[in-house]
């Protein structure tokens, strides 16, 4: 799936595959929120990111509207896939937004700013991609963080 916004330039690139598995992981925990990290790469123009993968929690809490994602064993996965090929870094999160719709809340935006606020964080532009999913349907918001303001992406 190939995913614009005018605005920013960027485009993101990610397998229908994957979105397939992150809504199954997501479905897993229902009627409860899920999440985790999306990794990826740029473009050599620095134009694309490229979704490849997704690194699930081993710690985090979550409610039905909520999700809170821990950090215990991320730093070590993110430097397998570094080892395998160091093109590959974080490119940002997902979440689950059962029997709701893919908008960020103001605690996703919140989540976005520490993120980006954070010393440790080497991503200008982190991507969010919020799954909102009831029964009878899937719908999905990519968002990436550009110049201060979170852009919507849509499929091109």
């Given at each position: 799936?190939?995913?614009?916004?005018?605005?920013?330039?960027?485009?993101?690139?990610?397998?229908?595959?994957?979105?397939?598995?992150?809504?199954?992981?997501?479905r897993n925990q229902y009627p409860k929120e899920f999440g985790g990290v999306l990794v990826g790469y740029y473009s050599d123009d620095k134009r694309?990111?490229?979704i490849i993968d997704s690194i699930l929690p081993i710690d985090f809490?979550?409610?039905k509207t909520t999700f809170e994602r821990g950090v215990e064993g991320l730093k070590e996965a993110l430097e397998e896939y570094y080892k395998q090929n160091p093109s590959l870094i974080y490119i940002g999160e997902w979440h689950t937004h059962p029997d709701n719709s893919p908008i960020?809340?103001?605690?996703?935006?919140?989540?976005i700013n520490t993120i980006i606020n954070n010393k440790n964080t080497f991503i200008a532009n982190p991507v969010l991609l919020i799954i909102g999913y009831s029964k009878t349907r899937v719908d999905f918001g990519f968002y990436v963080w550009f110049?201060?303001?979170?852009?919507?992406?849509?499929?091109?």
């Open positions: 799936m190939k995913l614009v916004n005018k605005e920013t330039g960027l485009r993101i690139s990610i397998e229908q595959s994957l979105i397939d598995a992150l809504v199954l992981y997501g694309t990111v490229n809490k979550s409610t960020p809340s103001v605690t996703d935006i919140s989540a110049e201060n303001k979170l852009f919507r992406y849509e499929p091109s």
